[in-house]
């Protein structure tokens, strides 16, 4: 069946140091890869998203990397803050392309 | 618009009864994904609906059922619950599908005692 996996499961860094989550998917039909934040209490909301066309995006200091081949994709926070402290999901589109599967979350953590 | 909205926020069953979970998607959003949230298993995706069909299914036993309205609307219910079906359930709703942004809804805690 589809599998996302996703490394490490806890993540601890100094404030303003860099942060790199990897995923890896198993259905090469996947074409879709977006990845989801989630502050502790609350709902995951998208922060960024990238096509399999694309190899690579970035949004201010978020940028997430796409290799098909080797079917992984990854996402870089650079110089993070403590407000970026939360679960991070990572997710690939399921090969009817009508649904996510998701990895099992990075907890991150970023101290002063 | 308004965002996703789910009902009950809360419930708390004992094993073998059934539950249902309702969710209402954003304003013209007619997708609904349906996730079961667990400490340390992350998102498991339950089932998906559009225009009231269910497009895909996760690997959940078939307790796990659920519907959409023709308002987009969805419920889901699980029946005979057992002490593992405890978790937070989140619906998401999208304009098409997976391949969309999900925008999820606060979720509801269930517990089963």
């Known amino acids: 069946g589809e599998n996302v996996e996703q490394h490490p499961s806890t993540l601890s860094v100094q404030e303003g140091d860099s942060a790199v989550i990897k995923c890896t998917y198993s259905d090469s039909a996947s074409n879709y890869f977006p990845w989801y934040k989630q502050e502790l209490g609350k709902r995951p909301q998208l922060i960024i998203d990238?096509?399999?066309?694309?190899g690579e995006k970035k949004d201010q200091r978020i940028a997430v990397t796409l290799n098909k081949t080797a079917k992984h994709f990854s996402l870089h926070i650079t110089e993070t803050q403590p407000e970026d402290s939360a679960v991070y999901f990572c997710?690939?589109?399921?090969?009817?392309?009508?649904?996510?599967?998701f990895g099992k979350g990075t907890s991150l953590l970023v101290t002063p | 618009k308004a965002g996703v909205t789910q009902t009950p926020r809360y419930l708390i069953k004992t094993r073998g009864q059934q539950v249902t979970l309702s969710c209402s998607p954003i304003s013209g959003h007619r997708s609904v994904s349906w996730y079961q949230q667990t400490p340390g298993q992350g998102l498991q995706f339950l089932f998906e609906?559009?225009?009231?069909?269910?497009?895909n299914k996760g690997n959940f036993p078939g307790r796990f059922s659920g519907r959409q309205f023709s308002n987009s609307r969805s419920e889901m219910n699980v029946s005979t619950l057992e002490l593992g079906d405890s978790a937070l359930y989140l619906c998401?709703?999208?304009?098409?599908?997976?391949?969309?942004?999900?925008?999820f809804g606060p979720g509801t805690r269930l517990t089963v005692l």
């Open positions: 997710a690939a589109s399921t090969n009817s392309g009508y649904a996510l599967n």
């Open positions: 998401a709703s999208s304009l098409a599908g997976g391949q969309n942004e999900q925008f």
């Open positions: 990238i096509r399999s066309n694309v």
């Open positions: 609906y559009f225009s009231e069909t269910q497009r």
